[in-house]
């Protein structure tokens, strides 16, 4: 079974400092793991992915994150935090199912980025 | 331009009235579902099609049905809405290939639903 705890509900950071959101998974197998960013009122945007290639993984806008399977983590950061940057951020996991049916999506509960000025 | 496309994109209706929400893909995609978002709980999945005709329950399918008839379209239908199921719906389609790991999945714009 494949799980997504996103270690904080809500960060809040200053302009121009570093972002970290933090993301640890759960899965049988070795998965693809994903980072989608939600603005509001939109829809989901993926941000970056990996699929058992490079460790370090690099996205739009300037994030990248990290795959460390002994922490179970993917961490996702940003060396400097931009006001359009607010937004709320989902790590999702997506594993070889057992049986059958593939493709599923876990989605973590979200974490919800403030950018102050 | 790649996408999928809900409708309607806000809606506003009554308990026990009959709504379907349209979702089609122009990708040729062999995956799709649908997902409802709450605060505090992320996307949760309520069903699934794997190809034309293929369709299996998600985590929270009560209430809930779908249908794949075409491979573009995976309609929501909701025989008798309740207010619990008041919330944000998001489609989602991807290529699917049996043994093989996800590699990414995209995402309508979401249909903001209200039962009174």
């Known amino acids: 079974a494949q799980s997504v705890t996103q270690l904080d509900s809500h960060v809040s950071v200053s302009e121009g400092t570093p972002v970290l959101l933090r993301c640890n998974y759960s899965s049988s197998y070795s998965p693809s793991l994903f980072w989608y960013v939600q603005h509001p009122n939109k829809g989901l945007q993926l941000l970056l992915k990996?699929?058992?290639?490079?460790?370090l993984v690099k996205g739009i806008n300037g994030f990248e994150a990290e795959f460390k399977k002994s922490e179970t983590s993917f961490h996702l950061t940003k060396p400097s935090a931009h006001m359009s940057d607010a937004a709320e951020y989902f790590c999702?996991?997506?594993?070889?199912?057992?049986?059958?049916?593939?493709?599923?999506?876990?989605f973590g509960t979200g974490t919800q980025l403030k950018v102050e000025l | 331009e790649a996408q999928v496309t809900q409708n309607p994109r806000y809606l506003i209706t009554v308990t026990g009235k009959k709504l379907t929400v349209t979702c089609s893909q122009n990708m040729n995609h062999e995956y799709m579902s649908w997902y409802r978002q709450d605060p505090g709980l992320g996307l949760r999945q309520i069903y699934y099609s794997m190809n034309v005709e293929v369709t299996d329950k998600g985590d929270v399918p009560e209430g809930y049905k779908v249908s794949r008839k075409e491979k573009r379209n995976f309609p929501l239908i909701l025989e008798s809405p309740s207010p619990n199921q008041t919330s944000l719906y998001f489609c989602?389609?991807?290529?699917?290939?049996?043994?093989?790991?996800?590699?990414?999945?995209?995402f309508g714009q979401g249909t903001r639903l209200t039962v009174v």
């Open positions: 990996y699929t058992s290639a490079a460790t």
């Open positions: 999702v996991v997506s594993d070889l199912p057992l049986t059958g049916g593939g493709n599923k999506l876990t």
């Open positions: 989602a389609s991807s290529t699917y290939k049996r043994g093989q790991l996800n590699t990414e999945a995209f």
